[in-house]
């Protein structure tokens, strides 16, 4: 009994981890969504890019782990604001069928593109962190795991501070409340949803450097697989709400560690695109979403 | 009027048979290199991929990005067939249609409510299941494979092409399929007209999962090999490029889309990452600049498609 006490408490670690890099990712899914209703299939190629300038900084510049997150962060805000400028934008009244076509070209774009530049071999992150184990009663948690923990726990206090009190974050909520009215109000809409993808690319960042100190490696489709699923846990949660990505992304990642805890790992992804299509069906608004009723 | 017609038809008719005559002629004769014949056979395969995807996503306007998991129930229901049962070719490849066609049902029965990106989204997550089922699959053999015989010829790959985008094109052309088009200009106003929109959603991408299926079973009885990474999402993408690229909603836009991809991508085939770099950003461009593809929703004459028949023979030569 103690023991299977021990397993799930352990697979609640691994889960905890893990959900901290899927819901930082969700969270830029669920800005952007919210914002110009635009799936940025994309966003998790950004998390590539921002893990590779992280591996950049800590092994060529030799920096440690805050300065290289940080580094790492402000590089894929500038290439998600890039992103949108460029491939987005003139797209913003065209059809969504339209848009999503661009999105998934954009993260193709950035895979392969990827590839051509750092080359399509798997890199080793250094050893940011000492490798102490913490034995608490049997459970093994690792200094990585309390690192990713509360860094991201930090980085979403930290974006609930400026959605909720900056200006900015006013400026975002109004336009995705109503674009139109935000602009009659004289809000900026063009540098809003600039500073959303901004934000939302640091966010997916900080998940990759994590992801990369975590699991060691990184190559240029390590964005693919992460990417959907926490495209997956920013629906489960409701899409453009932002404390369900996070309950999202935590949920995710604990189902995942127990479907592998209990030796079912290939089925994993699986899993994760089964509860997808089960909410799309059941509540397509997600946990946290109020049903719209459309109009004609 | 009708005269017209006929004349066109018979043009295209020998358009065809030239395009087959000529490739038969040159295999017959074995002056065609291996390479040029796996590119054609794959061009085939194409072709019946992305008119089959352009009935659910051009025609019927119902955005799915899972194409590939219909080929891949297709190619292993019909090696399944081939392998362990020991039926003929034919035989299999109805059974790889038919059961891609049951999945597509009974997986557009409930998602079918669901609109745009929503929809492109378990269309997506249904193809990976897929995918991860065969992969765990261990009586077809799991990751590393599962080995068919190559059977599928020419003649057989080319006469099914042409036979699955005539029946398309019927479709299109009759009731159901100018029902099918009324949902994708403005659903609600097709639903307040009196048309049963979740059944022609559901036909349509029944049809279209078939002929995917069939699609699928082709590729297996030709490639030796089928793996499940080879039905990722990936491939699903490359589908989808075709149709964009061709025009949502033109048959034969698809078909020049899937002609000019493929041949593209093996002149290519050297540099993968090129291949996919270069499509991301006509995509992109093309998105941007001509949302509607090359042709919108407009269809090559009849007469033009005879031509077209023999221009893409001789850049094959």
Redesign the interface.
Same mark, same amino acid.
């Given at each position: 009994m103690g023991s299977v006490t021990e397993q799930v408490l352990q697979q609640i670690v691994n889960g905890l981890s893990l959900g901290s890099i899927y819901a930082l990712v969700a969270l830029g899914y669920t800005m952007v969504y919210g914002i110009i209703?635009l $799936?940025n299939f994309a966003h998790g190629d950004v998390m590539m890019v921002g893990a590779y300038a992280g591996w950049f900084a800590t092994t060529t510049l030799h920096m440690s782990f805050i300065p290289a997150l940080l580094i790492a962060m402000t590089v894929s805000a500038i290439l998600g604001v890039l992103i949108e400028r460029i *491939?987005y934008k &003139? /797209?913003r009244n !065209?059809?969504? @069928? *339209?848009?999503? $076509?661009?999105a @998934? +070209? %954009?993260?193709? #774009?950035l895979?392969? +593109?990827g590839?051509?530049v750092v080359s &399509?071999q798997m890199r080793t992150y250094p050893p940011v962190f000492p490798d102490t184990i913490f034995n608490v009663g049997g459970i093994i948690i690792k200094y990585g795991d309390i690192v990713m923990i509360v860094t991201s726990i930090v980085l979403m206090v930290l974006l609930h501070g400026i959605v909720k009190y900056t200006k900015i974050g006013k400026a975002m909520r109004a336009v995705s409340f109503d674009t139109e009215a935000a602009l009659l109000m004289g809000i900026n809409v063009n540098n809003t949803i600039s500073a959303t993808f901004a934000i939302g690319s640091a966010l997916a960042a900080a998940a990759g450097v994590l992801m990369g100190v975590y699991f060691n490696t990184i190559n240029p489709l390590m964005g $693919?697989i992460p990417g959907?699923k926490a #495209? %997956?846990a920013a629906?489960l949660g409701g899409i453009g709400i932002i404390p369900g990505a996070m309950v999202g992304g935590f949920f995710l990642g604990l189902t995942e560690s127990f479907v592998s805890g209990l030796g079912a790992s290939?089925?994993r992804? !699986?899993v994760a #695109? /089964?509860i /997808? $299509?089960l909410v /799309? @069906?059941v509540k &397509?608004s997600g946990l946290f979403g109020k049903n719209i009723r459309e109009k %004609? | 009027m009708g005269k017209r017609i006929n004349r066109q038809s018979v043009l295209t008719l020998v358009g065809v048979l030239l395009v087959y005559a000529i490739v038969q002629g040159s295999i017959f004769m074995d002056i065609l290199p291996p390479f040029v014949a796996l590119t054609l056979i794959q061009v085939c395969i194409f072709i019946i991929l992305a008119t089959s995807l352009n009935l659910i996503n051009g025609i019927t306007g119902q955005f799915s990005i899972g194409h590939a998991g219909f080929m891949a129930i297709g190619a292993y229901v019909a090696a399944i067939v081939v392998v362990k049962f020991h039926g003929p070719l034919l035989l299999a490849l109805i059974a790889g249609a038919v059961a891609a066609a049951v999945a597509g049902f009974l997986i557009g029965l409930p998602t079918l409510r669901l609109k745009g990106d929503y929809l492109a989204i378990a269309t997506l997550g249904f193809g990976e299941i897929v995918r991860i089922v065969f992969l765990n699959t261990s009586y077809v053999g799991g990751a590393s494979g599962f080995s068919v015989p190559k059977t599928i010829t020419w003649t057989w790959a080319f006469w099914l092409t042409v036979l699955s985008i005539i029946i398309i094109r019927n479709f299109i052309k009759s009731t159901h399929g100018r029902a099918c088009i009324s949902i994708r200009e403005n659903e609600i106003a097709a639903d307040v007209m009196g048309i049963n929109t979740t059944k022609y959603k559901i036909m349509a991408f029944t049809i279209g999962a078939f002929f995917a299926g069939l699609a699928g079973g082709i590729y297996a009885n030709y490639l030796y090999i089928i793996q499940p990474l080879t039905f990722s999402f990936l491939k699903s993408f490359d589908i989808l490029v075709m149709v964009v690229l061709g025009g949502l909603g033109s048959l034969t836009g698809s078909v020049l889309g899937a002609v000019v991809m493929t041949v593209v991508s093996a002149a290519l085939s050297g540099w993968p990452e090129w291949r996919l770099v270069i499509t991301a950003v006509l995509l992109i461009v093309m998105m941007i600049f001509r949302p509607k593809g090359l042709l919108g929703t407009k269809e090559f004459s009849l007469s033009f498609l005879g031509k077209k028949g023999d221009k893409n023979a001789s850049s094959k030569d």
């Open positions: 209703k $799936i *491939a &003139p /797209l !065209a059809t969504r @069928i *339209a848009s999503l $076509i661009t @998934i +070209g %954009v993260s193709f #774009f895979e392969y +593109g590839m051509l &399509p $693919i959907l #495209f %997956v629906v290939t089925w992804d !699986a #695109f /089964l /997808l $299509i /799309l @069906i &397509p %004609v | -």
